[in-house]
């Protein structure tokens, strides 16, 4: 992407416009020229369609030829009140960069000390204050709902944060830096090292230390796969590693789903989500009032 970075096409811009300003300058300063004495018939251009359907050369109307032009001068106006240009600039200095600048500053200006007043509170005091958290709502409804929906109890792959059970942690510090950093949590696919019986096997074995119906058989046989491969990340308990983002096995709340047949692609294909960095978009201030929010989601009980 660095190529269109380069000062080459703010120049290229500019020639275009110019040399279209001036082509269409030149065309209606041409054709301006048609002229018919009274009485006069305009003549044939040779052009014919559909047998008899000619065209002729009139000229332009008078109300049309002055708008066209008073277009060109608009056009120009602007693009020396306007950066359209590129390359040379404007003379009001004016950018949608720099409009966006003014305006992030004065919106800090405004909000600014009501920010730094929640960032200096602790987090499980600014989720109990009604005004912080009325603004971390807001927050969330902005940045976040798309995937965790606006209830926060979240879809298919996608987290819930209202039930007090975490990947990564759901103490304050834990929640400040996944909101920061993001999280990047991958699975690898067991499918084929496995192949689809001892993955049945296992997917049985995960069915039974959370409770759900299964076959015993099969549990058995996968329980001792279950130990030498999965333990490593999950635990040999199977209540997961928050420290990897390893989920609990065993409480029964599904990421993808709990049927045998989630179970088995879970396990044949492996996962990889992603959640987003906030921090530099955001900065400290809000996403200390964003994680005071979604902790108080599962703490507010």
Not at 250 to 258: A, V
Request: net charge neutral; with cysteine; hydrophobic share 40%.
């Amino acid at each position: 992407m660095k190529d269109f970075n380069s000062d080459f096409w703010g120049i290229y811009i500019a020639v275009i416009v110019i040399v279209s300003m001036i082509w269409l300058g030149y065309l209606v300063v041409s054709q301006s020229k048609v002229k018919l004495k009274k009485g006069e018939k305009a003549e044939v251009t040779g052009h014919k369609w559909d047998g008899d359907l000619e065209e002729y050369s009139n000229p332009l109307p008078g109300w049309w030829v002055v708008l066209f032009y008073a277009t060109i001068v608009f056009a120009v106006g602007y693009l020396v009140a306007y950066p359209g240009l590129v390359a040379f600039g404007n003379v009001w200095n004016w950018s949608s960069t720099g409009q966006h600048a003014q305006e992030v500053k004065k919106a800090d200006e405004k909000y600014g000390p009501m920010f730094a007043k929640f960032q200096a509170m602790p987090i499980e005091q600014v989720a109990q204050n009604p005004e912080a958290r009325d603004i971390g709502k807001r927050l969330f409804y902005t940045y976040c709902i798309q995937c965790h929906g606006s209830d926060a109890r979240g879809a298919k792959g996608f987290p819930n944060l209202t039930d007090n059970d975490w990947l990564y942690g759901g103490d304050p510090a834990k929640v400040v830096e996944t909101i920061n950093n993001g999280r990047h949590g991958q699975m690898p696919a067991f499918g084929a090292a496995f192949g689809e019986e001892k993955v049945r096997d296992v997917a049985n074995y995960v069915l039974k230390i959370a409770g759900k119906p299964n076959n015993e058989m099969r549990a058995e046989r996968g329980a001792e796969t279950f130990k030498q491969v999965c333990a490593a990340c999950h635990t040999a308990e199977g209540k997961g590693n928050q420290s990897l983002g390893a989920p609990n096995l065993t409480d029964n709340i599904w990421l993808y789903g709990g049927s045998e047949a989630t179970i088995v692609e879970t396990i044949t294909n492996g996962r990889d989500n992603v959640m987003p960095a906030w921090q530099a978009f955001l900065g400290d201030a809000k996403v200390h009032l964003l994680a005071a929010y979604v902790y108080g989601l599962s703490h507010d009980k």
